[in-house]
């Protein structure tokens, strides 16, 4: 298996554009997760989907950001519009199995807003 | 918001060395996870120990849990280069499968 699939790997856009990462999860596995690593906060757990559901969205940072998972195998997150605060290395993992289980990382996606 | 907090920050070995680092926690846990992070890398899982475990090992890789004490310890033995990364404790609640990440322990280790 190719594990978890991301793209872009960077992304160079300016404040107000349209931004969407796109993210393969491991197929099989019905957990999916997107996380945000900053310097300043870490790593913070914005979504997650189980079986294409978002069970949790608390950690989505305000309405600028959505996320869906039209089918097992793709889900995306966008920021629109974006601004330079959303400046961050974006990860997707995924996992299987009800329960805590080993999380997949895919390779990240930066993400620059001038 | 971080629930788990390593400690050091920092960490400088000289190869063969063995390194610890540390995890505490606030609130009761499922379970705790430490992952690595190369440089411009994604996670990578290293070890999974549940609250009712004390101690787990993987191959050079050790892990404790005292849960009365709310910490963890991750140790490394005869450390290598290519151990060189940042390592993050990982801690799951008990009312949903979120995992919440501390701020990482960066590890250097000197050839």
């Known amino acids: 298996d190719a594990g978890v699939i991301q793209s872009p790997r960077h992304e160079v856009t300016e404040m107000g554009q349209e931004v969407t990462l796109r993210c393969k999860p491991i197929s099989g596995h019905d957990y999916l997760f997107w996380y945000r690593q900053t310097m300043m906060r870490g790593l913070e757990l914005l979504i997650y989907f189980n079986n294409n559901v978002p069970i949790d969205d608390s950690g989505m940072p305000e309405d600028r950001f959505s996320a869906k998972m039209p089918n097992a195998s793709f889900s995306t997150l966008k920021i629109q519009p974006s601004e330079p605060r959303d400046s961050a290395v974006y990860f997707c993992?995924?996992?299987f199995g009800q329960g805590y289980n080993e999380q997949f990382f895919g390779p990240g996606t930066r993400l620059t807003v001038l | 918001s971080q629930q788990g907090e390593e400690d050091p920050q920092a960490l400088s070995i000289q190869e063969g060395e063995n390194a610890t680092m540390n995890c505490s926690y606030k609130?009761?846990?499922?379970?705790l996870q430490w992952y690595r992070q190369n440089s411009g890398r994604g996670l990578v899982h290293l070890i999974l120990i549940r609250s009712n475990e004390r101690e787990k090992h993987s191959g050079r890789l050790r892990v404790t849990l005292d849960t009365s004490k709310k910490s963890s310890s991750l140790l490394i033995t005869a450390s290598r280069a290519a151990d060189t990364a940042s390592y993050f404790c990982?801690?799951?609640?008990?009312?949903?499968?979120?995992?919440?990440f501390g701020a990482g322990t960066t590890v250097t280790v000197r050839a």
């Open positions: 993992a995924s996992s």
């Open positions: 990982a801690t799951g609640g008990s009312n949903d499968y979120k995992l919440s």
């Open positions: 609130t009761s846990i499922n379970n």
